[in-house]
């Protein structure tokens, strides 16, 4: 998730990067943000959220041109007096790592996907669709038991967007949880002996990474721009649907840059081509991101209603209603456009497009509390809950809708 602009003043958070320490600290590679202060602002008016746009875009964390403790402070005056008090004290952020657990570093899951390989290779099939830009592989994991030639199928994927780390850690628990569960629970075993899930719990592979070892608010891919330093492309814009109309940039710089044509990204284009080809058996596109507590379907680019909004819809209703049913979180659901931003050349919108039916995109806890970086605390409950939501998709799948 990103928000769109400062114009939607709803966005209840601020993530705002004082650069207290001094500039050497931006040559210091794997710790970006050691030393940094997160403050959290609400702008409660069109007025504030203007203010706060201003010190914002001079805080761009990228560009490492503020710096120093005067700055810091000059800002922060400049924002008392315009009104904002700090609703609660500046945490120091830490060393990355220890906001999650370490296993969800990038080495670990494919240890842990190799491994599954070995010891579990009656249900599980790892296997690479390709290599990303700096040329790590693509891997998939192939759930389900190989009873019979034609299958229907599933596709999930976690961590189009790198800082969105609660997507891959969701990923990896749903594996878990399937292996664990398989012999004692009716309702995993029917999934399994019915359907293949195809899981792709890295999708930005080479983003993923980044967000460990440098930034950890990474979003894009990390290829390289001909005419500006700028690196990466947004693989949530960077698909062939709309591509690069509303809710998108061309900008090389912005978080939401769609790339110089569509699929340019080797990670889209790959999975792109997998889906492609499989598109007859695929009944459902699973996305996960964070943060926002939503679960989305087509359209992102457009205000319509897609052809089977019913069935959809009742998907989407009753597997928000069985995430609340675990620890009474309230997620919102419905057309992408209208319920988070409209936005352009979406893997949903490309899923839904390419017939298949069912494209939803989570949006995890929480609501901007602790946005990106979800204590470890909160990874259990928010993967239980999500868990209940992706058996209930999957079951409505294999009742007939009408
Ligand atoms: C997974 O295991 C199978 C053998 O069961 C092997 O052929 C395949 O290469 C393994 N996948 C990877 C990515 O190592
Ligand atoms: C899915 O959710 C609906 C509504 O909450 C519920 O009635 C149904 O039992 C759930 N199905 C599964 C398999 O969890
Ligand atoms: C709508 O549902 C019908 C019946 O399940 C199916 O044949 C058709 O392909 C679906 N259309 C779309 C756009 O999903």
Request: hydrophobic share 35%; proline share 5%; glycine share 6%.
């Amino acid at each position: 998730m990103k928000p769109p602009g400062w114009t939607a003043a709803q966005w209840l958070l601020c993530l705002l990067f004082l650069r207290i320490s001094g500039p050497g600290h931006c040559y210091l590679y794997n710790n970006r943000y050691a030393g940094d202060k997160v403050i959290r602002l609400v702008p409660e008016t069109e007025g504030k959220a203007h203010v706060l746009k201003n010190v914002c875009h001079q805080f761009k964390v990228s560009s490492c041109t503020t710096g120093g403790p005067m700055a810091a402070q000059q800002h922060l005056l400049y924002l008392g007096r315009n009104g904002y008090r700090c609703p609660y004290s500046p945490k120091w952020l830490s060393n990355p790592v220890s906001l999650l657990t370490t296993s969800q570093h990038p080495v670990h899951i494919q240890n842990w996907m190799h491994h599954l390989n070995k010891t579990h290779s009656g249900l599980i099939h790892m296997f690479s669709i390709g290599k990303s830009y700096e040329g790590r592989s693509l891997f998939i994991l192939k759930l389900g038991r190989r009873s019979r030639a034609y299958k229907r199928a599933v596709w999930i994927d976690c961590g189009i967007h790198a800082r969105e780390w609660i997507g891959p850690a969701f990923c990896q628990w749903f594996v878990k949880e399937v292996l664990q569960t398989y012999r004692s629970d009716p309702a995993i075993r029917k999934m399994l002996n019915h359907l293949y899930f195809y899981i792709m719990p890295v999708f930005n592979v080479d983003g993923y990474h980044f967000s460990w070892t440098n930034d950890r608010f990474w979003r894009k891919t990390r290829s390289r721009n001909s005419r500006f330093r700028c690196r990466g492309v947004d693989a949530n814009r960077n698909w062939k649907v709309k591509w690069c109309d509303e809710g998108a940039s061309f900008h090389p710089c912005d978080d939401t840059y769609c790339g110089p044509f569509p699929e340019s990204e080797p990670e889209v284009k790959a999975v792109a081509h997998f889906l492609r080809k499989r598109k007859k058996h695929i009944r459902a596109y699973l996305s996960f991101h964070a943060y926002a507590q939503m679960l989305l379907y087509p359209y992102s680019y457009k205000y319509a209603t897609i052809p089977n909004f019913s069935c959809v819809e009742s998907a989407a209703y009753n597997a928000v209603n069985a995430i609340h049913s675990a620890y009474g979180v309230r997620y919102r659901y419905g057309p992408a456009s209208s319920t988070l931003y409209v936005s352009s050349g979406s893997s949903m919108d490309w899923a839904y497009k390419n017939g298949i039916p069912y494209a939803f995109a989570f949006e995890l806890r929480d609501t901007g509390h602790f946005g990106f970086l979800l204590p470890e605390s909160l990874i259990k409950p928010t993967c239980t809950e999500t868990m209940l939501a992706v058996k209930n998709i999957t079951m409505h799948l294999l009742k007939k809708c009408h």
